[in-house]
């Protein structure tokens, strides 16, 4: 993955968590870098895309600083937020208005009215297997609604294509 995969990606993660997630995804202004915590046992510990090996002991230093720092209080650590339960279902409802496939539409409202804080921000319905094309402009609407978000949120903060993501 080139880095700005992995940022897009990374970010990706962070927006579309459900609310009542133990993860939690920080910018630290001061580095001009992206990472995440998982809060576990009254703890936090470190969310790493591979397992840790003796070359990347640098990198847990690294995250022990940083949760200092929020222990701290620290004004240079911002917890990024995520896309509300509301955010996801206008979303959701926008989508699928436009199916004609009424017994589909029908199943997928009833997911919809159902969608909780918990639920990761996809149908339930395998609409891969269901409808391979509806599936696929789902992925590209969602991506496109993901992304404007993204602009629309983190651009503010100072987070561009730039911004390290550690993990």
Do not use: C
Request: hydrophobic share 40%.
């Amino acid at each position: 993955m080139n880095k700005l995969d992995e940022w897009a990606f990374w970010l990706m993660k962070a927006i579309t968590q459900p609310q009542t997630s133990n993860n939690k995804y920080f910018y630290d202004k001061e580095f001009d870098e992206l990472f995440a915590l998982k809060f576990q046992n009254n703890g936090l510990l470190p969310i790493f895309r591979n397992t840790i090996t003796e070359n990347n002991i640098v990198i847990v230093d690294t995250f022990v600083s940083k949760i200092h720092k929020i222990e701290n209080f620290d004004k240079s650590i911002i917890t990024l937020p995520k896309l509300s339960l509301e955010e996801k279902k206008i979303f959701l409802i926008q989508f699928i208005s436009d199916i004609e496939n009424s017994s589909i539409r029908n199943e997928l409202n009833n997911e919809i009215n159902s969608f909780s804080e918990s639920d990761d921000f996809n149908f339930k319905l395998n609409l891969k297997k269901a409808n391979p094309q509806l599936y696929l402009k789902f992925d590209m609407d969602k991506g496109k609604f993901i992304f404007s978000k993204i602009n629309q949120i983190y651009e503010p903060l100072g987070i561009t294509e730039k911004s390290v993501v550690i993990w």
